[in-house]
């Protein structure tokens, strides 16, 4: 597609001009201006007033929580990607349509009915509740409720990208290292991961994303109580709500770096290392 | 489970080790992780029997919640069906300048967290932003209305169709688009007869995606659509706020609506894929 010499196919010229600006107008409005939005607002009284706004005890905490979030279901989702798709993509069995449809199904599920599962279980009247309350052991309006929700709706991300790459690259280069000896072990770290390794920090990479910045599911489940279980994403809602739109656009636009650097790595991963990430981002 | 066994029949023994334990691993994360808590919420709201759960049902707030959810959700993916073709046909289509630019910010939605959104998209759309004020002055309200809803899902939405048409695009050969020239069909006739038959099934599920998304979210919506109860509260909202007023059985028979929506728009992506694979 990059000497177009072939006239038939080509499109009018007034028609192209027409899908161009169209489309420009369409991404600049919808998804650049809100973006932009969220650095203005935060800097609508000057750098200080937002850096000042970060710099509080109650902001502080939920950086280090956001952070503890991810921390922890970075590696679990990760070590579930890698199992399942060394299973679905390297193996035949039956039921493998059905398994990979259960690993997507978070997409498909809002995150607020995923909250609400888990407070069905471990909340004050659910399931488990007064079992728990008996052990004195907190998992709703907590850390280990919040993983729980993160884990949840990120459970697809790593997964997702490994399958479809490693069922490209078959098995041949495994079952000779096998072959030859190697274990289990031996043979992943030596062959498969080098394969990988670009799909991986892919998927990895847009885990981290989601976890850092999931509202629906956790907000179900943190409590709100600030300086204690409010992730970033809950403490921007809840300095919005209390009209405190300085120190919430100050927090968001921490995000939005994030975010930011998020679709410049991962442009970058496409760019770079395009025939070792998934076939369907390749273009 | 049998699985392996059946497996094994079909071809040479297996040589990869490891088979049995990322299988073990998959399932028993799967079931504690997803399937586990799901299968609670499904079983919950028959506590007070199907009577109980058909009264909160269809209480008239929880009516109107669903509806908004759902109406809005698929007008939402309609105009991210007919957008999204457009800028996928431009982005993979045209060279012009910026086109990395733009095609990058496409994937923004996905990175940028829905709470940041949503804050965003309220101020941008409100009385005095930069959009909301040019918009009041000719007479049209977007912040804190349905309106506000419906844009918050268009964002939200909008990655899913292009990202799902465009590797189809830029596989598709420009042969057939020639031959149809050379026979005399207009660019226009092409574009119908050829370009989106074949596009159809990936525009399909795209729209699907976007659909599911919508019907679902939260964070970007809750700030720009005003919650007000009747008007313009989404079914997830309604959920939370249940849970606020420990009013689990309201909440679970919201969320199990909800859930089996999800289960009814996976049957169909998979019903989708296999068309899209058969190709």
Redesign the interface.
């Known amino acids: 597609m990059t000497t177009r010499t072939r006239r038939a196919a080509e499109d009018p010229v007034a028609m192209r001009l027409i899908c161009i600006a169209i489309t420009a107008a369409f991404i600049i409005v919808l998804l650049l201006l809100p973006l932009i939005t969220v650095f203005a607002q935060a800097l609508a009284k000057g750098l200080g007033l937002a850096l000042s706004r970060i710099e509080t005890h109650d902001a502080w905490t939920s950086i280090r929580l956001t952070l503890i979030v991810a921390a922890i279901s970075l590696p679990l989702n990760t070590l579930f990607g890698i199992c399942a798709a060394w299973a679905i993509a390297k193996h035949t069995f039956r039921g493998k349509v059905l398994l990979t449809s259960l690993i997507d199904l978070p997409f498909s599920v809002s995150p607020v009915v995923a909250g609400l599962a888990y407070v069905l279980i471990f909340g004050m009247q659910g399931w488990l509740g007064p079992a728990l309350r008996l052990w004195n052991i907190k998992i709703i309006f907590a850390l280990p409720g919040i993983v729980l929700a993160t884990l949840f709706v990120t459970v697809p991300f790593v997964a997702r990208e490994l399958v479809p790459l490693m069922i490209d690259q078959g098995r041949d280069e495994e079952e000779a290292a096998v072959s030859l000896g190697a274990g289990g072990l031996q043979t992943f770290f030596r062959v498969t991961l080098p394969n990988i390794k670009w799909g991986l920090l892919y998927g990895v990479l847009l885990c981290n994303a989601r976890a850092m910045g999931e509202f629906g599911a956790v907000t179900v489940v943190s409590g709100h109580i600030r300086g204690l279980t409010n992730t970033m994403p809950v403490q921007v809602e809840a300095l919005y709500n209390d009209y405190e739109f300085v120190g919430a656009f100050a927090l968001a636009s921490l995000l939005a770096l994030l975010a930011l650097f998020t679709l410049a790595l991962k442009s970058l991963l496409e760019w770079r290392y395009a025939g070792e990430i998934a076939a369907t981002h390749r273009h | 489970m049998p ?2 066994r ?2 094994d029949r ?2 040479k023994p ?6 049995r ?3 073990g ?3 028993f ?2 079931c504690i ?6 299968a ?2 499904l079983i ?1 709201p028959w506590s007070n029997g199907f009577h109980g759960f058909i009264t909160i049902l269809t209480s008239p707030r929880v009516l109107a919640a669903l509806k908004l959810s759902f109406g809005s959700a698929a007008i939402a993916a309609l105009v991210n069906m007919v ?1 999204g073709l ?2 996928a ?6 060279r ?1 300048p ?1 086109r ?1 630019v ?1 095609d ?14 949503g ?3 309220s ?2 759309y409100a009385q005095n ?3 909301g004020a040019p918009l009041e002055r000719i007479g049209i309200k977007v912040a804190y209305t349905p309106l506000g809803i419906l ?1 918050a899902l ?2 939200i939405g ?1 990655p899913f169709v292009v990202r799902t048409i ?2 189809i695009l ?1 596989d598709m050969s ?1 042969e057939a ?2 031959a149809a ?2 026979l005399g069909a207009t ?1 226009l006739q ?1 574009l119908a007869r050829i370009v989106l038959p074949t596009l159809a099934p990936a525009l399909m599920t795209g729209t699907t ?1 976007a659909f ?2 919508a ?5 970007s919506v809750i ?1 720009i659509a005003g919650n007000l109860p009747r008007v313009s509260e989404i079914a ?2 309604l ?2 706020i249940r ?1 606020e007023e ?1 009013d ?1 059985p309201g ?2 028979a919201i ?1 199990v609506i ?2 089996i929506a ?1 289960f009814a ?2 049957l169909a ?2 019903l989708l894929q296999r068309r899209l694979a058969r190709r």
């Open positions: 699985v392996t059946q497996a079909r071809r297996d040589a990869l080790p490891g088979f334990l990322t299988l691993v998959t399932l994360y799967l992780i997803t399937l586990i808590p799901l609670a919420l919950q957008f457009l800028v046909w431009t982005l993979t289509r045209y012009f910026f990395r733009l990058a910010l496409i994937d923004l939605p996905f990175a940028l967290p829905t709470a940041v959104a804050i965003a998209l101020a941008l932003g930069w959009l844009v268009v964002f909008l465009e590797p830029a420009l688009e020639e020239a050379t660019r092409t995606l599911a998304r019907v679902g979210e939260y964070g700030f997830p909202l959920i939370v849970l420990f689990y909440a679970a969320g909800m859930l999800s728009i996976l992506l998979n």
